[in-house]
Every structure is written in C-alpha cells, then in structure tokens.
C-alpha cells in the first residue's frame, strides 16, 4: 500500500528477496538498509563452472510525494571460474547504480503499483565491472497474495524483458514464504523458478532466504542466497 508519514517500522515493506521489488515505499525521512550476506550465483556449462559471491547492498531513503531513492552496489564480489585446465578468482568491488521508485496514481489497500527507474554505473574494479553501465525500468504490481514484475532492461549484451509473477502463500506478523517464475527475453533471455523465506525478527529487521533455478542455457543454474534489511534508527 501507499506509506505515509510516521508510519509503523512493522508495516515498512522490504524490496529483498525476489525477483521483483515491493510497490510502496518509505514515508519522508525513514532510511532502510537491504544487504546481502551474500548473494549467490552458479553456473555449469561446457565443463566451465562459475561461482559468484556479491555483498550487494541498498541504501533507501524517503523522500515524500510517494518518492523514494535507493543507492545500491556490489560492494564486494568474488568470483571463481573452473574447467579441466584452468582455475581463475577474481575480487574486488563491483559495479554500482541509482534508482527512483514512485507510487503510482490508483494505489490503495487492495492494489498496489509502483514504477523503479534505475541506472548503472560503472565503479568496480576494472576484471569485474561491466562494459557498459545498465539500464531498467520495472513495474511491479500486487494485489492480495499475488504480485506481478515486469522490467525491461538495457546492458553491455543488448535489450531484453524480464516478467515474473509470484505468490505469498504464508503471510503472518513474523514470517512470510512465496514462490515466483521468471521469464526472460533478449538480452535477459531465462527460464526460472524460485521460492524464499522472511522472518522479522524484529519490527524494524528482517532475515531472508532464497533460491531461483534457471533452466535456460545462457542464465544462472542457481542463485539466492542469505540477506538482512532494516530501518536505521
């Protein structure tokens, strides 16, 4: 739903985990922090297996009008490339970006949309990062135990579109579980299928646990992985 000013650390809505992002967003002045601990990716193909670790990280901030801005990075990757004759690691920061999320017009208690343009930019270190910064621009709506994700982005590769719906099938005050499928075209070419965990531990703290198994030949055999999120006092 729509937040608001001095709204409760217990009905904030983390992006994390997922495929998609949560349609509302922070009321003026709240700041929340969403860290992967780490996330992960796995890929088997022609006998070349890849392991990648990323501490990615979000910063988000309220800024009023249904606005917010998020500050995200891999703050640290490790990545790990091996074959029958070879055995490559690569560390050191990765690349970063910056996002605005608004709420769009029509969102109420029962329906919730959101818009999130984010942009790529180039700040990891020189065997990590990209050759050219990304660009998305996503919408995610939800309405009840349903949500739907649509993003379409622009890269090094290409263009391509992502869509993902999901559903919540356990929802209390303190845990919360859904599973998703992605489908991706061009440049975001995948096949997936996926499910995760929350636990609030707190009102302000959230834990998450996630898997998503791709079954495309050019995508991820298997990412996930173990994050927190929380407001900052």
């Given at each position: ?7 409760d650390?217990a ?6 985990p ?7 967003v922070?009321?003026p ?8 601990l780490?996330?992960?990716?796995h ?12 501490a ?16 995200g990075?891999d ?5 790990r490339t091996?074959?029958a ?16 999320k608004?709420?769009l ?10 818009l ?9 270190a020189s065997?990590?990062?990209a ?10 709506v ?11 982005t622009?890269d090094e590769t290409?263009t391509?579109?992502?869509v ?15 599973v998703?499928a992605?489908?991706?075209?061009g ?16 009102p302000?703290?959230?834990?998450d646990?996630?898997?998503l198994?791709?079954f495309a030949?050019?995508?991820d ?7 927190v999120s929380?407001?900052?006092?």
């Open positions: 739903m729509r937040r608001c000013a001095g709204q650390a009905d904030v809505e983390f992006d994390r997922g495929l998609g992002f949560s349609p509302s922070l009321a002045g709240q700041i929340a922090w969403e860290q992967g780490p996330d992960i990716g890929a088997d193909s022609d006998g070349v297996r890849t392991t990648r670790y990323a990615a990280s979000v910063l988000r901030v309220g800024l009023g009008a249904d606005l917010e801005l998020q500050l990075s703050s640290r990757v490790w990545e091996r074959s004759d070879a055995h490559e690691r690569v560390h050191g920061g990765g690349d970063s970006n910056v996002a605005l608004w709420v017009p029509g969102s109420n208690d029962d329906t919730q949309w959101a999130l343009a984010r942009q790529g930019v180039l700040t990891g065997d990590i990062r050759e050219r910064a990304q660009q998305d621009l996503g919408v995610s939800a309405t009840g135990d349903l949500a739907f994700y649509v993003n379409g622009r290409g391509g579109w992502t993902s719906p999901s559903y919540t099938f356990l929802s209390t005050d303190s845990l919360g579980a859904y998703e992605g489908l991706g075209t440049a975001q070419r995948s096949r997936a299928l996926g499910t995760g965990v929350t636990w609030r531990v707190a302000a703290v959230q834990l646990l996630s898997v198994r791709g030949a050019d995508e055999d298997w990412t996930g992985g173990f994050g929380f407001l900052l006092p």
